[in-house]
């Protein structure tokens, strides 16, 4: 009799472990579906099957780069006339929103059109792109000109507005601009970059030290409500932190 009861309730056990996979697993279905009608939507490419961008959406919440088609990977190359200036400020509003919301105002997070098209103007400006949805920006310049008592040495140079949409974080493509902004900043002449960035910012504050930028001290913007920490990376000529 010991052993009928054992199998019954063996079979019990896998019936109910059954259904709560099958129920996790549908739910991972349905999540999934919702990202690539997402997906489909931010890259524009009603051509594209289903199944390749759900393989990409996989592939992307495994932490890897989406690669779905002619037209999915990323282009980055300098702001030109006829790029939206407008729409360059809206992906800098989205970038920094979680700063914002956690208190720390970014400048980027509220800046007008005017504001960005004057940043920009200071510096080369360059854009990410997958296929016509704009994802990414950086700008650089070298020599970067500091007011007096900013902790920067003699002609270094800097980067600003480095922003990725959050729909593309975890991509490589911030590690991507920010690598283009120190080749750019060497060929330009410049041997050490310096930018600053909220102290409160701590993951961030964190990315950059683990990418070879050291703090040399702190400043106070006037259109940020937060005690900046200036951070200093060597570079070698071709771009590359020592």
Not at 31 to 54: D, F, K
Not at 123 to 151: D, F, H, I, N, S
Request: aromatic residues 8%; charged residues 20%.
């Amino acid at each position: 009799m010991k052993p009928i009861v054992e199998a019954i309730a063996i079979f019990l056990l896998h019936d109910v472990l059954g259904n709560v996979l099958s129920t996790l697993l549908i739910a991972l279905a349905g999540w999934l579906l919702r990202r690539v009608a997402r997906q489909h939507r931010s890259l524009n490419m009603p051509h594209v099957g289903i199944w390749p961008t759900l393989i990409a959406v996989t592939l992307r919440s495994a932490g890897k780069p989406i690669s779905v088609g002619p037209r999915a990977h990323v282009v980055v190359r300098r702001f030109v006339d006829g790029d939206s200036v407008e729409e360059l400020t809206d992906l800098l509003h989205r970038a920094y929103a979680d700063h914002a919301a956690a208190g720390r105002v970014f400048f980027a997070s509220y800046q007008s059109a005017r504001d960005t098209a004057h940043r920009l103007g200071n510096g080369e400006c360059w854009v990410a792109l997958r296929g016509k949805a704009l994802v990414g920006t950086v700008t650089v310049m070298a020599p970067y000109g500091v007011p007096e008592g900013y902790p920067a040495p003699a002609g270094a140079g800097s980067f600003w507005q480095l922003a990725v949409d959050p729909e593309y974080r975890g991509t490589g493509l911030g590690q991507r601009l920010l690598a283009l902004a120190e080749e750019r900043i060497a060929a330009l002449g410049s041997a050490q970059v310096v930018i600053d960035t909220s102290a409160e910012a701590v993951d961030l504050v964190g990315w950059y030290r683990r990418r070879g930028y050291v703090p040399v001290g702190s400043w106070r913007w006037g259109v940020t409500n937060y005690e900046s920490v200036v951070l200093l990376k060597e570079l070698t000529p071709d771009g590359r932190g020592r």
